[in-house]
């Protein structure tokens, strides 16, 4: 099990007053928004061990307090049980677990450690968005591990291998300090059917396996983006959320009125994306961590990326 932030949804899928269930790492937790703050909690009702998520729990839209369907308790925002008509102040015994939680850039993330709630260990970039278009999502899932999925940023031979791109190098060393993982790459995208080339410079930062910003320039047209890339694991495998936002002060317009730029790239953006992790998916489906296998120089860093990930495998602690 990993440890870390984790994306659990876009904020667009859970409005005020609704609640659902989300299942990152194999828990069985609820998210939901009260007024306009977003809360995880565990889902299991500490009275009878119901799934509050999956038989009709709600969330008052007066209080923002969560009811269990199946004697009808309440949980304030902390996780308190409230006084109820039978059981009375008994009730306030009961905790319900809570997550750290933090929404940011249209997206939900839960922090977490095991089983237990725990004190986030890093806190998660702040990315100014008032220069950026209005983020466009993807979201899919997989049945690959989420690390094989973090790996393909550290992965050079595969950027032409499988995604068609030539003259892939690396352009800034893979650095680690703190809990962020560094690297850059630039390559060379083929477009309109191999008529061109697109330079391409990308630099990746990771917070942990599960959290991928990708910032991308595209040199002749001076455009840049960045992808919000996150890796959930799930019990079939991995759930990929992703962010597009697209800097709005490089669409120039020279050429094409300004308006429709900013209607046409992040759509663009998004159909390549799509593309790319398309291209990616066999390989991802089919890839296991074996012992056995032998990198060969040219790869990429994998040691120092393997010893960074390792280190976000949760570990318990024997009491
Ligand atoms: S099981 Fe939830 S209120 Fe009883
Ligand atoms: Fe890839």
Partial sequence: ???????????????????????????????????????????????????????????????????????????????????????????????????????????????????????????????DLSHYLPLLTVYQTISAETAILARNSVDLAHFSAVHGYNDAVITENISVSDRVLSSAYSFKRPYLWNFGELNVSISVKLYGPSYNIVRTRLEE???????????????????????????RRTLTGKFIPKKILEFVVPHLVKMFFKRDIKCDYPIWCNQYGDANTQPLK?????????????SFVYEATSS
């Fill in 221 to 247: 047209l001076d455009v840049e983006f960045t992808i919000l890339l996150m890796f959930t694991p799930i019990d079939a495998g991995s759930a990929i959320h992703a962010g597009i936002i697209v800097d």
């Fill in 1 to 127: 099990m990993l440890t870390g932030w984790f994306c659990i949804g876009f904020s667009k899928s859970v409005k005020k007053y609704q609640l659902k269930a989300v299942s990152p790492c194999g828990l069985k937790l609820l998210l939901y928004r009260a007024h306009n703050e977003a809360y995880v909690t565990a889902a299991l009702c500490p009275h009878q061990g119901v799934d509050i998520a999956k038989s009709g729990g709600t969330v008052d839209a007066n209080t923002g307090h969560i009811h269990c369907p199946a004697h009808n308790i309440a949980f304030d925002q902390q996780g308190r049980g409230c006084p109820h008509p039978i059981y009375q102040q008994h009730a306030c015994r009961l905790r319900l677990l809570h997550y750290p939680t933090v929404e940011q850039h249209g997206m939900i993330f839960v922090y977490l450690n095991g089983n237990e709630p725990a004190e986030p260990e890093f806190s998660l970039p702040h990315i």
């Fill in 298 to 310: 040219g790869d990429g860093p994998f040691a120092l990326f393997n010893n960074y990930v390792t």
